[in-house]
């Protein structure tokens, strides 16, 4: 039994991870235990659960796939369609309803965010909205700022979905989201997609979700512009807007280079004015944090779901097209790359599928020519409407995203 289990818990807090970024999720745990209590912390690992997590961790539990609420065979066709993380974020609406039916409310956090404050407004906050969400940047961003650009939020999404909390009035939303990333969870730059946060995009709008503009909340290197951080009387402060940190998302950070920031940015981001010495200090303790947790589970397996029973990778076109032939109703009848008992037959499906991953690919490049070269592409359309027209059908056909 948790300790969390003999009193009441309006709220919890949850995150998804595969086997390889269990530190990380330690991590998150540890800044739950230090900065809220007796707040319990929900771990989903979708690629398979070391029974030891829990163990010397009060308030943690640690749970599977099976929480989900979906048939096995279900689980394995979304591990074969989507890579480790359009995974971890598609399943994210059924962990949150999972939970929403023994708490009033839930708050998801990325497993690479740190806690520095306790979360104070949240509660509140989901009592009164239902759904609270984070935008990447609360104020215009200058021209001229290489590291940070809007056309970042026309490509990911306004809200990043690192966070988002939730209360039982959320399920019309959660149960729409969960209709459109069930197969359209996808990392797909050329139909504007990505993974879980686009789609909110629209949510949001559809079902009144409230954007949360308190400036301690889920700031990562894609705010840091507006930002500045400082220690002010002991604590880790917003200093221009006088607002105190809460929560810090350590998007694309080695632990071994805590003073770099991130590595998702294409430059650098040590010399750009973003850090501060507190910044550099938090850093310093949350690569701490997650390099003692590492030592903590020693070898670290790979993803579970990288690869088929053979060791051969599960490619990104492969995925793509295992995906099509679902939608277009070959489901229940084709291999799974998990089985053993499919282990031949999906080998032979890996085969024979080699056309119809050229095929998508032929597809992908055509819409990328389209936007490439518009004026080439409008001429060779009026001369051939016909031919273009095919065109068109075939790659809507090749995507099977509902348009």
């Given at each position: 039994m948790h300790e969390s289990d003999l009193v009441p818990m309006r709220g919890v807090y949850c995150t998804i991870v595969a086997q390889n970024y269990l530190p990380q999720a330690l991590a998150l745990y540890a800044s739950v235990r230090m900065r809220e209590p007796g707040r319990l912390l929900v771990i989903l690992v979708i690629d398979g659960v070391r029974q030891d997590l829990e163990v010397g961790r009060p308030d943690l539990r640690v749970v599977s796939n099976d929480v989900l609420g979906l048939p096995p065979r279900e689980v394995l066709d979304l591990a074969t369609i989507y890579d480790v993380v359009e995974l971890s974020t598609a399943v994210k609406p059924l962990l949150l309803k999972s939970l929403l039916r023994e708490f009033e409310q839930v708050v998801y956090l990325d497993p690479d965010t740190y806690i520095v404050t306790p979360l104070a407004e949240l509660e509140d906050l989901v009592d009164r909205h239902n759904v609270v969400l984070t935008p990447h940047v609360l104020e215009p961003i200058p021209p001229g700022k290489s590291f940070a650009s809007e056309v970042n939020s026309l490509t990911v999404g306004v809200h990043n979905l690192g966070f988002c909390a939730v209360g039982r009035g959320s399920i019309p939303f959660l149960d729409w989201w969960w209709s459109h990333l069930e197969r359209e969870c996808l990392i797909y730059p050329l139909l504007g997609m990505f993974v879980d946060q686009k789609w909110?995009?629209?949510?949001?709008?559809?079902?009144?979700?409230?954007?949360?503009?308190?400036?301690?909340?889920?700031?990562?290197?894609?705010?840091?512009?507006?930002?500045?951080?400082?220690?002010?009387?002991g604590s880790l402060m917003l200093d221009?807007?006088?607002?105190?940190?809460?929560?810090?998302?350590?998007?694309?950070?080695?632990?071994?280079?805590?003073?770099?920031?991130?590595?998702?940015?294409n430059v650098s981001l040590r010399d750009k004015g973003l850090r501060s010495a507190a910044l550099d200090d938090l850093g310093r303790e949350y690569a701490g944090v997650v390099l003692a947790a590492q030592a903590s589970l020693g070898s670290i397996p790979a993803y579970g779901f990288a690869t088929d029973l053979s060791g051969k990778p599960l490619t990104k076109r492969i995925r793509r097209t295992f995906r099509k032939d679902l939608i277009v109703g070959k489901a229940g009848s084709?291999?799974?790359?998990?089985?053993?008992?499919?282990?031949?037959?999906?080998?032979?499906w890996r085969t024979k599928s080699a056309g119809r991953q050229a095929g998508g690919a032929l597809a992908d490049a055509a819409l990328g020519f389209k936007y490439a070269f518009p004026d080439t592409y409008s001429r060779m359309k009026s001369v051939m409407p016909k031919r273009f027209a095919w065109?068109?059908?075939?790659?809507l056909g090749q995507s099977k995203v509902r348009r």
């Open positions: 909110t995009d629209i949510g949001a709008v559809m079902f009144d979700a409230y954007s949360l503009r308190h400036y301690g909340y889920n700031v990562g290197h894609w705010n840091l512009h507006e930002r500045s951080i400082h220690l002010v009387d221009r807007v006088h607002e105190p940190l809460r929560l810090f998302h350590f998007s694309g950070f080695d632990p071994k280079d805590p003073e770099a920031v991130s590595v998702r940015q084709l291999p799974s790359p998990f089985e053993h008992r499919d282990e031949s037959s999906f080998g032979a065109m068109r059908e075939m790659l």
